[in-house]
Antibody, heavy 118, light 110 residues
Framework: EVQLVESGGGLVKPGGSLRLSCVAS????????MNWVRQAPGKGLEWVSS????????YYADSVKGRFTISRDNAKNSLYLQMDSLRAEDTAVYYC???????????WGQGTLVTVSS | QSVLSQPPAASGTPGQRVTISCSGR????????VQWYQQLPGTAPKLLIY???QRPSGVPDRFSGSKSGTSASLAISGLQSEDEADYYC???????????FGGGTKLTVL
């Protein structure tokens, strides 16, 4: 069974940093592109970042470019999101999502809440 | 303001057929395949439709997707109370070099 489990969320002050983790199981992690998607309270879904299976192709939404860094460790079946210079508008539930062969997000984690507030 | 445009709300009675539209541009829907996601209250999104009109295993055939030009639609026939959820369309955008989502449509079963 495919499972994605996020962790690392919490309360952080504006300008602070946080590192999210997503541990994958039930599939060959190193064969799949992975993504981060976020959802602000009461709002819609917003794609944040993606990495291909080998970390050669990485993309970011304009809203986080230069502040967030996506990475992965295929040996540990783990995906990460380093978030620096956090702003109030980064407050959201952050989901880890696997990218299927048809470029869809076929599996999602349960999400981890990041709150940026003084 | 989302790159893909969806109506914020839709509704129907049990047994009815409802459709949700998703409008984009040549750089996203016009050039790439569309996905639809269902998000039940308090849960993570779930893939409902991929590659414009394909259903993952386990998704009832009451759900169908279509695409024409720079627009796409999700149709739900035989509406059931458990279909009450938020629905999002998505596609890759060649100009933005990123995935874009619609703003979401809240479906209410009356």
């Amino acid at each position: 069974e495919v499972q994605l489990v996020e962790s690392g969320g919490g309360l952080v002050k504006p300008g602070g940093s946080l590192r999210l983790s997503c541990v994958a199981s039930g599939f060959t992690f190193s064969s799949y592109n992975m993504n981060w998607v976020r959802q602000a309270p009461g709002k819609g879904l917003e794609w944040v970042s993606s990495t291909d299976s080998s970390s050669r192709s990485i993309y970011y939404a304009d809203s986080v470019k230069g502040r967030f860094t996506i990475s992965r460790d295929n040996a540990k079946n783990s995906l990460y999101l380093q978030m620096d210079s956090l702003r109030a508008e980064d407050t959201a539930v952050y989901y880890c999502a696997r990218e299927g062969v048809s470029q869809d997000f076929d599996y999602w984690g349960q999400g981890t809440l990041v709150t940026v507030s003084s | 303001q989302s790159v893909l445009s969806q109506p914020p709300a839709a509704s129907g009675t049990p047994g009815q057929r409802v459709t949700i539209s998703c409008s984009g541009r040549r750089s996203n829907i016009g050039s790439n395949s569309v996905q639809w996601y269902q998000q039940l209250p308090g849960t993570a999104p779930k893939l409902l439709i991929y590659t414009n009109n394909q259903r993952p295993s386990g998704v009832p055939d009451r759900f169908s997707g279509s695409k024409s030009g720079t627009s796409a639609s999700l149709a739900i026939s035989g509406l059931q109370s458990e279909d009450e959820a938020d629905y999002y369309c998505a596609a890759w955008d060649d100009s933005l070099n990123g995935r874009v989502f619609g703003g979401g449509t809240k479906l209410t079963v009356l």
